[in-house]
């Protein structure tokens, strides 16, 4: 029998809350983020269930091209971007839409000797200052890139730095409003502008931790009321039960002193599993469907919790340490960090189940169910129309 730490991922959980994202932002199509291998749930294993998506976007060139290799024959956005000149021409050849937000890219591409134009996104930068042109920079190279041979479609877009928080929201959307020009496409809303600000959502929106019922603001009830479901459940099981006394110690440096006699579990998950070592005293746990806390400071392959109060908990007992019934969110809290980095940090040793159940999945999904076994015969096809517009 394989340890017992693992990743369930309930795909009917994905497809509705790519369900209610369609529904809140009706007006626009949908880019579903999945860069960092779909946030830490496995880019192959989840695609095929958001085929009802307009587009997908990533970071990575390779996990692009993987998508059109397994079937994915609809728009791919490299939301960073192509890294060097020499990239252009894997974009035409599989037909993938590439931000630019920078003057060698746009040289790159002026130079390339391409067959078809690429599609482009031109990154506006705002008032988050990590990417795109500066607003008084803006309008001069739109009408450069307009008078480039190679380039085809041009979508406006840029990115909010507050959008979970509403600090500088009315700001960064001045800057926009008095620089983007109203005859070009325009991609402004990430997670929380896609949940939070409908005025923001134009053409095309970007969904991406929400796709994975997390919240952008790292705070579960800022998106309680959305109906969203937890796409990964991380589980394990106690292996071990101590009984601790009083003023004894547990664990490395003996962090954790008790103030009581206590039974405390041990379960078989650690750092090196993706659990956060710096977790303190106190972070929630679930065992036997009882809340509890973990005590003790994080080792690689095991955690301690406190079980005093339970005393159905044994060898053998589940333990969900993020989930269904524990919103990653309220972990990463208790952590000092968001939920994004925890779903990300799933190590590769944790083996990965599909949930069975079907309790999540959105009634015109369950009705129209995803068939890509078509697309497996038109990976070879030339791929020249499919970004129209995007």
């Known amino acids: 029998m394989s340890r017992p730490a693992k990743v369930t991922l309930n795909l009917e959980a994905l497809a509705h809350n790519l369900a209610v994202i369609k529904h809140k932002a009706k007006n626009s199509k949908i880019w579903s983020v999945v860069k960092a291998d779909a946030y830490g749930h496995g880019l192959s294993r989840l695609w095929p269930t958001l085929s009802k998506t307009d587009g997908f ?91 480039i041979q190679n380039i085809g479609s041009i979508t406006q877009m840029t990115h909010f730095a507050n959008s979970d928080t509403g600090v500088n929201m ?10 983007m020009i109203d005859e070009l496409p325009r991609c402004l809303a990430n997670s929380a502008a896609t949940l939070f600000y409908p005025e923001t959502h134009y053409d095309w929106v970007r969904p991406g931790i929400i796709l994975y019922g997390a919240s952008p603001s790292g705070i579960w009830q800022d ?35 008790a103030s009581r006699d206590m039974r405390v579990g041990v379960v078989a998950c650690g750092y090196a599993d993706g ?6 005293d106190g972070t929630p746990i679930l065992v036997n469907g009882h809340k509890t806390q973990l005590v003790g400071r994080i ?36 952590c000092g960090t968001i939920g994004y980095e925890l779903l990300c940090a799933i190590a590769p040793r944790v083996k990965v189940e599909i949930a069975k ?34």
């Open 57 to 147: 976007a990533l970071i990575e060139l390779d996990n692009a091209i993987m998508l059109r290799e397994e079937g994915w024959l609809g728009p791919i956005l490299l939301l960073e971007g192509f890294f060097k000149p020499e990239d252009v021409y894997l974009l035409e050849r599989y037909s993938i839409t590439t931000v630019v937000h920078s003057d060698w890219q746009l040289e790159a591409i002026d130079k390339a000797q391409l067959e078809r134009p690429i599609n482009i996104y031109l990154k506006l930068n705002s008032g988050m200052n990590r990417l795109g042109y500066r607003p008084e920079q803006y309008h001069q190279i739109i009408q450069r890139v307009k008078n």
């Open 170 to 179: 009315d700001k960064q959307k001045h800057v926009i409003e008095q620089t």
């Open 223 to 257: 998106i309680a009321s959305f109906n969203l479901k937890p796409v990964m459940t991380f589980s394990s099981e106690i292996l071990s039960i101590q009984h601790v006394k009083k003023g004894e110690q547990i664990g490395y440096g003996s962090r954790y002193t």
């Open 275 to 280: 659990y956060p070592r710096h977790a303190p």
């Open 299 to 334: 080792s690689m392959d095991m955690l301690t919790i406190d079980v005093t109060d339970f005393a159905d908990v044994t060898y053998g007992s589940s333990v969900e340490l993020w989930g269904e019934h524990l919103p990653v969110d309220d972990v990463a809290s208790a």
């Open 357 to 390: 159940n079907g309790s999540y999945l959105s009634d015109f999904n369950r009705n129209n169910p995803v068939d890509n076994s078509q697309n497996q015969n038109k990976i070879n096809t030339t791929f020249s129309d499919l970004n129209e517009g995007c």
